[in-house]
Structure formats: C-alpha cells, structure tokens
C-alpha cells in the first residue's frame, strides 16, 4: 500500500488549497478514505472521511462547512479541498486507509497559513 499526498504550502488566511492522495497497492474502490492532520505540539486529529463509493462523508467540527473530502476511483485518487483556511489550518496533512492489509498512512504534506 502507498499513499502519496501533494498539494500543501503556504497560503494567506481566506485563501484555498487542494490536496490530492495518489493511492496504489490496493483495491481504492473498496476501501473508505480518510484526511488527518497533525499540528505542532498537538495529536494527529481526523479531518474528513469518505466512503468507498463518495456517497457519504463525515467531517471534524472545526473544518465543517469550509473543507471538501471527494474522491475518483477510476484515478485511486482523494482530495480534499479546503477553503477559507484559518491560522488554525496549520498543519501536515496525511492521507489514511485501513485496508486489508492494515493501517497506512501518506508522508504528509504541509499546509501554513499566515499571512
């Protein structure tokens, strides 16, 4: 299983980011998706998840209404489109699954917000 997360970087507060998880080594149309987030000196929380199909979706409290968690499976791929970011925002990003072969996580991707 490898996931490979791009898209952070430093962005103004208000502003927006896509991020994109490349999957592979797996079935992607069978398995749920998730997006997490670890800021400094804080617990890695999750973010926004998926289902295998995209027909329901779940997100934290704090992103509600601002970010987007979508997925292609004909491109095993999961995005996650944050708008409006905040300072708060500021994180690395990792892309999850939980497979049949396990827990897998992406390297991560950094996401600054400041101005």
């Known amino acids: 299983v490898q996931l490979v997360e791009s898209g952070g970087g430093l962005v103004q507060p208000g502003g927006s980011l896509r991020l994109s998880c490349a999957a592979s080594?797996?079935?992607?149309?069978?398995?749920?998706m998730s997006w997490y987030r670890q800021a400094p000196g804080k617990e890695r929380e999750l973010v926004a998840g998926i289902t295998n199909t995209g027909s329901n979706t779940n997100y934290a409290n704090s992103v509600k209404g601002r970010f987007t968690i979508s997925r292609d499976n004909a491109k095993n791929t999961v995005y996650l489109q944050m708008n409006s970011l905040e300072r708060e925002d500021t994180a690395v990003y990792y892309c999850y699954s939980y497979t049949y072969y396990g827990a897998s996580w992406g390297q991560g991707t950094q996401v600054t917000v400041s101005s």
């Open positions: 080594g797996f079935t992607f149309s069978s398995y749920a």
